[in-house]
């Protein structure tokens, strides 16, 4: 057990991470009013690699750029590209709050993945927290009680790409370099984007470069926070902490975009981080 002092510091910067990540959606959503959602896309993934690039290579030189698993590597920056852009598509469409909700699916979904595939065995306890995670899901969605927005259809298909990313990133834990797992998390979505939205690219205004460049920041220092903090006590320690991005999402949906707070996503949203925690204290015990 880390000491509470390093403990303290690993949960206050897992706290800001998550949060750091709500911002960057909502930079997100509302650049896709600004510019198409390619140009989105490309801003976060590129801006990031950049950035990341630039801080390990000033620490580790050019080692991060060596992976002995690239075939994985690859699979798991198309997976965490396909999410963001299913997600990013949805933000348009439905509120920031309804679709974190939404995708915090996802690491419920790593429990029924590591039953699919890799033939763990659970018991009686977290076949209910999963059967209560799935109800908390339709909580969001709304079904019989208001008009389903078709858009959180592309928000579950994104919980399924990042449950998948996430069981990856459990695979290559131990396996392969941090440094070039942490760099191989935005760099194929950079290079693959780079190509698609050469013949697509309307040149952004003043306001949209900066909110292209603000994006990948905040993604870079999100995920710089939440490996330092990883490196003051265990991930299993500090992942629970990541669901306060549910919160900040719920606040910046009606503070920034006015959006109403529902109900049902409330009452969804605590359901999903509830169910969540209890197959993470399953896990853990």
Known sequence: MPRFSALLAGILLTLAAGCIFAVQDSIGKHLTTLVPLIQVLWGRYVFQTLIM???????????????????????????????????????????????????????????????????????????????????????????????IEPALFLVVLAAVFNATYLMLTRRLAGRDDAASTMFNTSAPGAVILTLVVIPLWQTPSMEALAFMVAIGCTGSLAHALLVRGFSFAPASLLSPFLYIQVLAASILTVVVFGDPLRWTTAIGAAILVASGLYIWWRENR
């Open 53 to 147: 690039a630039g801080l390990l290579g000033a620490r580790r030189g050019t080692s991060f750029l060596k992976t002995t698993h690239p075939v994985l590597q690859l699979f798991r920056g198309l997976c965490i590209l396909a999410a963001t852009t299913l997600m990013y598509a949805a933000l348009s469409h439905v509120p920031l709050a309804d679709a974190t909700a939404v995708l915090f699916f996802a690491p419920i979904l790593v429990t029924v993945f590591s039953v699919v595939f890799l033939k763990e065995r659970i018991g009686i306890h977290r076949i209910a927290a999963i059967v209560a995670g799935f109800l908390g899901m339709l909580v969001v969605l709304r079904p019989g009680i208001d008009r």
